[in-house]
């Protein structure tokens, strides 16, 4: 007990100096995992990798099928953790081949023989492999294999004497996507994982621990995924990059290397943007000398009051229209006039604010000013047409003439001979058809 509290310890302990700072443009989670083009942000998919909204399908329950997504962004720094969740499904009780996790040195343009990517990559993969491929009934199984270019992935065996940590762990068919935890921190790479029964966050289980790993730093991540004979759905429906560092490392000064490539960066974008200015200079002068062009906000502050004048102008000539109209209209006539009152106090409210504040103070407020232009331009339009509308009504009421009753029509109504004849023809029929029906049924009794 002693020694299982003081292991305790020691983990609680190496979490807490430990700092992550998430990396977005490695990275990518549902939902609305990709953008409008159908494109994951950052990415590169290819081969049978078909992105959605809520996750990423690598390959699809198809007989050899080859699916990848790449980052296209290098990572620079040396140590990371991964958290990301995978489901692998399909219909048997045996799938293949598997997925596979990459955090390589070239991010390669196409598929390979290693669970869809190339064989021979410098860097790590972390393969999860659902087929048992040397029938020694240890699969599904997750290995890690860190090669140098040097080394060719012995399929046969799966991956036997390649690797530098693995574990059995059946994450294939179950009901929750598995949750999985890949660590490299100082040359020690650890993978931790649930079993996909449960979704609660801390329910996780060591697979390996390997130390005296030698990761080159600056990479690619990515994931590949491939099937054979046998197919299974392989997703990814979160991939979450981030970086970490011992929290006193946080405040330490720049490398040589990165504030170089920090100010070429700079350099590289003061450039582009001088010489956006001159082109935009070139092509809005309209050939005149630098001094006489006028400032813009010189310009949209003079078209502004003009634009506002004219509004002026239109309000007076609605209120001479809105007097000519015949009083027989007084409900509409008084709202319409109470509308054009209420916006010619706002446009002698904003007249005046123009030109009583500085250039300084106006432009500060011409967002708010575009706004109120806008509704009332819309209320202009409204009481143009209520005032056209109520124009032609009033035309054709006064030309209407009232047209007088129509004389209704005389009518003689039936007679009552005219009644009693069809009583009684109504009456034989319906006395005929009984005695017909009664003896139709007399002449049915007789064949029982």
């Not at 080859?66 to 990572?75: A, V």
């Not at 070239?106 to 492999?129: T, Y």
């Amino acid at each position: 007990m002693l020694i299982l509290c003081l292991l305790l310890n020691v983990v609680v302990g190496f979490e807490e100096v430990l700092h992550r700072r998430f990396e977005y443009k490695h990275s990518f989670k549902g939902p609305s995992l990709t953008d409008s083009a159908g494109k994951v942000p950052f990415w590169n998919a290819g081969g049978s990798c078909m992105p959605s909204a809520d996750s990423v399908r690598v390959t699809p329950s198809i007989r050899s099928k080859q699916g990848w997504i790449w980052n296209n962004i290098q990572y620079v720094g040396s140590n990371w953790e991964i958290e990301f969740s995978l489901k692998i499904h399909g219909r048997g009780k045996i799938g293949a081949d598997g997925m596979a996790i990459w955090f390589v040195q070239e991010a390669p343009a196409q598929g390979g023989s290693v669970f869809g990517a190339p064989n021979n990559w410098k860097g790590l993969g972390v393969f999860f492999d659902s087929f048992d491929n040397d029938n020694k009934h240890d699969n599904p199984a997750v290995s890690a294999v860190v090669n140098d270019g040097s080394i060719a992935f012995d399929h046969g065996k799966d991956g036997k004497g390649q690797t530098v940590g693995s574990c059995v762990s059946g994450f294939r068919n179950r009901p929750h996507p598995t949750q999985v935890r890949l660590r490299y921190f100082n040359n020690i790479l650890s993978l931790e994982l649930n079993n996909g029964i449960t979704l609660r966050d801390g329910d996780f289980e060591t697979c390996f621990t390997a130390s005296n790993v030698k990761i080159p730093p600056g990479g690619f991540f990515g994931v590949s995924a491939a099937t054979g004979a046998l197919a299974d759905d392989h997703d990814i429906t979160r991939f979450m990059v981030y970086s970490i560092f011992e929290k006193q490392d946080e405040a330490k000064p720049l490398s040589d290397e990165v504030k170089a490539k920090i100010l070429s960066d700079y350099e590289k974008y003061d450039k582009d943007l001088e010489e956006k200015k001159k082109k935009f200079k070139e092509k809005n002068s309209s050939g005149r000398p630098p001094e006489e062009v006028e400032d813009e906000q010189n310009l949209f502050y003079k078209s502004l009051i003009d634009y506002q004048v004219k509004l002026a102008d239109r309000f007076e000539m609605l209120s001479a229209e809105v007097k000519k109209l015949e009083p027989s209209n007084q409900g509409d006539i008084s709202a319409l006039k109470s509308s054009v009152a209420n916006i010619e106090k706002q446009q002698s409210s904003i007249l005046k604010q123009l030109s009583e504040n500085s250039l300084d103070t106006t432009l500060a407020e011409i967002s708010k000013l575009q706004t109120k232009s806008a509704n009332l331009e819309k209320d202009l339009k409204t009481i143009s047409l209520a005032l056209s509308s109520t124009q032609g009504l009033l035309k054709e009421l006064s030309s209407r003439k009232t047209p007088a009753c129509p004389a209704l029509p005389s009518s003689t109504g039936i007679s009552l001979v005219h009644l009693m004849c069809v009583l009684v023809i109504q009456t034989t029929l319906i006395i005929g058809y009984w005695v017909w029906r009664h003896r139709a049924e007399d002449a049915r009794k007789k064949f029982f």
